[in-house]
C-alpha cells in the first residue's frame, strides 16, 4: 500500500514560487501514475496535475498551466510539482496520490491512498 508524504508547502506573497514533493512510503510509485489535487476552505477537492509512470505524459488544469510543472524521479520514488507565478487563488492544501482506477484523470475517484497534505497559502 503506498502512502505518499506530501512537503514544501509554505506561505509566499503573490509572483513567488514553491516546489511540492510527493514521496512514496512502503511502496514505490513504479509503474503507478500520480496525480496532484487541492483543496481551499470550504472547497471541494479540485484536480491540478498528472504525470504518467514514465513522465512522458502530463496533463494539467486550464487554472495552472504555464505557472505549475509536474514531473518525477522514480529512483528517488517522488513526484514534484514546481509552482511558479503564484497567485492567492491557489491557496489551498495540496495532496498527491497514485491513479488506481480506470477513470478520467481529473477526477480524484481516480486516485486511493491519498497523503496528508501540505498547505501552500499565497498572499496578495
Known amino acids: 500500500q503506498v502512502q505518499p508524504v506530501e512537503s514544501g508547502g509554505g506561505m509566499v506573497q503573490a509572483g513567488g514560487s514553491l516546489r511540492l514533493s510527493c514521496a512514496a512510503s512502503?511502496?514505490?510509485?513504479?509503474?503507478?501514475?500520480v496525480g496532484w489535487f487541492r483543496q481551499g476552505p470550504g472547497k471541494e477537492r479540485e484536480f491540478v496535475a498528472y504525470?504518467?509512470?514514465?513522465?512522458?505524459?502530463?496533463y494539467y488544469a486550464e487554472s495552472v498551466k504555464g505557472r505549475f510543472t509536474i514531473s518525477r524521479d522514480n529512483a528517488k520514488n517522488t513526484v514534484y510539482l514546481q509552482m511558479n507565478s503564484l497567485k492567492p487563488e491557489d491557496t489551498a492544501v495540496y495532496l498527491c496520490?497514485?491513479?488506481?482506477?480506470?477513470?478520467?484523470?481529473?477526477?480524484?475517484?481516480?486516485?486511493?491512498?491519498w497523503g496528508q497534505g501540505t498547505q501552500v497559502t499565497v498572499s496578495s
Open positions: 512502503g511502496r514505490t510509485f513504479d509503474n503507478a501514475s
Open positions: 504525470i504518467n509512470w514514465s513522465g512522458g505524459d502530463t
Open positions: 496520490a497514485p491513479k488506481v482506477r480506470p477513470a478520467p484523470v481529473v477526477t480524484s475517484a481516480a486516485y486511493d491512498f
